[in-house]
């Protein structure tokens, strides 16, 4: 029997309270589609029983709903004209039909199926605010590289060199001997590899032993954090301490003392959680790895005193946030947490968004409508396949974003990246297919609505026109700002200043444009990402450029609040959802609907282990959901 047989679709209809208020309703629906209907799909039925095993064996896809009232009315008429039934009888399987098919199309696993044509108008946009809880914090302290004087700036090159394979002196090195002839190239390079293995005998020899510490190379974000975390520590020192920049050393972020009163800092007076003592450990434990690597003698470093000094500081910050961890996790998802049905229906409201009027009747923009699709597919994404916002960002038609056939035959889009989180850890690309549900959202975005933004950046008309704006727009505004302010107006504004105010954004907007147009021509040629920035105010130079990792938090917003305003029009209450949370979502829904044997396929999905989904799953299921599951019968 299908997932959503045409047996079991009626069967849920009967459990509604509509019709088990008034079970006559299932009656007249099975008889109209018996006699009137189906027979569309099937020449006969010689037996009630063979209808019951046709409704058992068809899919509602295979027999066309959204066809049935047409249907019905058609094949009615010809049985009335025929004699085998009365006119007088249509009512009842009309309102059966009709309260049926009502209920169907708002049934979210149904909007799934059946990707139905856009409404003519977008929902209303409902106003929301979004209440901050504000930390305890005075200014901004931490330093600049720009700011750091010699002795830190090489440091952090140094140190960078270190951890960073891609930025070591062997690759710079390298690089430097493409152009020389191929025989002078292998003698140089032959030369600096005999030189490195004297110094490395050097070096192993005078400790002693040939062992030392194994370094795991660190992603561009990981020492990103690190270096941040850094740069604000010594922002502390100067800022905050009132240390002379001169005094500080390199030192001074290994020394457990300083790094305490630091943490007591950024927890007491700015309101942090103990994981920024976490942060700023892990930071002082890479560089002191990084300041010992030739002393010691084992792999891990274990035989520095100061290393495990700073690993025992770690740990100790470690448990006090998992201390802390449970009820900030119930305060925080109090506030956006969503079951996933209901993100199921969010991606239903964003989609009606994607209307080609507003909802005054009037055309919208170009960017308008890819802004509106953007958004809907990037959390339709995360509601049925909650991948990393990184590997969304970074889904490159072709490349990492390509379609594929899957042993059903069937066509689908599947992921392949290769600079993921994890890249490190496993040492393997990522591959994985994406939900089939996605499919045709894919196919029109990526061949209707994404080229929209690329075709307009072409010429400057266009550009403007994919804006809603136009030279002779700017020109008609202008007129009109001269004229207000002579106070002459078309129509009678209610205050003069605000329109005058109104006229000037909207003056200052199209110039935005227009003076960015040859940026965003470059960008749009050289874009290749599925989803990009459009830019707005005085970003607008971005227009087509990625959501790299600088700008993640872009992407982040872009989910949190769109996510806000659906929810508080189909719930009442804004829901701040970041793309994180899905994840949450979707291994706690997992559970629940009793599929925990799926645990390890829907980890590898996700891209950890199965002992961080477990955790995912954790942090937002409530003792009471899972009591509920067994209250009723546990003992049976």
Not at 22 to 30: D, E
Not at 152 to 170: C, D, G, K
Not at 505 to 513: C, E
Request: aromatic content about 12%; some cysteine; proline content about 3%.
């Amino acid at each position: 029997m299908s997932k959503y047989s045409l047996h079991r679709i009626i069967y849920l209809w009967s459990q509604t309270k509509e019709v088990s208020s008034n079970p006559v309703l299932l009656k007249f629906l099975k008889t109209a589609l018996k006699l009137y209907i189906l027979c569309n799909f099937v020449s006969s039925f010689n037996s009630h029983a063979d209808f019951e095993a046709y409704c058992h064996k068809a899919s509602i896809q295979e027999v066309a709903p959204e066809m049935w009232l047409k249907i019905f009315r058609e094949n009615f008429k010809t049985a009335v004209s025929l004699g085998k039934t009365k006119q007088s009888t249509q009512g009842n399987y009309s309102s059966a039909l009709g309260r049926f098919l009502k209920w169907l199309q708002k049934e979210t696993w149904y909007q799934e199926i059946f990707l139905h044509n856009l409404p003519d108008r977008a929902p209303c946009t409902i106003p929301i605010s979004r209440k901050w809880k504000p930390r305890v914090q005075d200014y901004e302290y931490g330093l600049k590289v720009e700011e750091l004087p010699e002795h830190l700036s090489v440091f952090l090159r140094e140190w960078q060199t270190f951890w960073m394979p891609h930025n070591s002196i062997e690759e710079e090195n390298s690089q430097k001997c493409e152009n020389l002839p191929r025989r002078e190239t292998l003698v140089k390079t032959s030369v600096e590899r005999r030189n490195k293995r004297e110094k490395r005998r050097v070096e192993e020899q005078g400790r002693g032993t040939f062992d030392r510490p194994v370094l795991i190379k660190y992603s561009d974000k990981t020492f990103k954090n690190y270096s941040k975390s850094v740069l604000r520590f010594w922002g502390w020192c100067i800022n905050v301490e009132c240390y002379s920049v001169d005094e500080i050393t390199i030192n001074w972020i290994t020394d457990k003392i300083l790094l305490e009163d630091y943490a007591t800092h950024l927890i007491q007076d700015r309101g942090r959680s103990s994981h920024s003592g976490v942060s700023i450990a892990l930071a002082a434990l890479s560089v002191a790895k990084y300041l010992t690597y030739k002393d010691s003698r084992r792999r891990d470093w274990s035989d520095i005193p100061l290393v495990e000094e700073l690993r025992n500081l770690c740990n100790q910050y470690k448990g006090e946030y998992n201390k802390q961890k449970p009820q900030s996790d119930e305060e925080k998802w109090e506030e956006k947490e969503l079951a996933h049905e209901e993100a199921r229906k969010v991606v239903w409201y964003l989609y009606q968004h994607c209307a080609k009027l507003n909802a005054r009747g009037e055309k919208r923009s170009a960017s308008a409508i890819l802004k509106a699709w953007r958004v809907y597919l990037i959390v339709k994404i995360l509601v049925y396949a909650p991948i990393r916002q990184q590997e969304i960002r970074n889904l490159r038609e072709g490349d990492t974003l390509i379609r594929v056939k899957d042993k059903n035959g069937a066509e689908r889009y599947a992921v392949r990246i290769r600079n993921h989180k994890n890249l490190n850890k496993t040492g393997k690309s990522r591959y994985y297919p994406l939900p089939t549900v996605l499919t045709q959202d894919l196919d029109i975005w990526l061949q209707l609505i994404r080229p929209t933004a690329i075709e307009a950046a072409k010429n400057l008309d266009d550009y403007l026109k994919f804006f809603g704006y136009s030279l002779e727009l700017e020109k008609q505004l202008s007129q009109r700002l001269e004229e207000a302010k002579k106070g002459k107006t078309l129509r009678k504004v209610k205050n003069l200043e605000d329109y005058i105010s109104s006229l000037k954004k909207r003056i200052k907007a199209i110039h935005g444009r227009i003076e960015s147009w040859e940026v965003a021509k470059a960008n749009a040629e050289k874009c290749n990402s599925v989803f990009f920035i459009i830019g707005t105010g005085n970003s607008q130079t971005s227009f087509c450029e990625p959501y790299t990792d600088d700008r993640f938090s872009l992407l982040c917003e872009l989910v949190s609040w769109n996510v806000g305003g659906a929810t508080n029009a189909l719930f009442g209450c804004p829901k701040f959802l970041n793309p994180h949370g899905f994840r949450h979502i979707g291994s706690k829904h997992l559970r629940l609907i009793g599929k925990a044997n799926c645990k390890e396929a829907f980890s590898s999905l996700q891209g950890h282990s199965v002992e961080i989904d477990d955790e995912y799953a954790a942090q937002i299921t409530k003792d009471y959901d899972l009591i509920e599951e067994i209250v009723d019968d546990w003992w049976e």
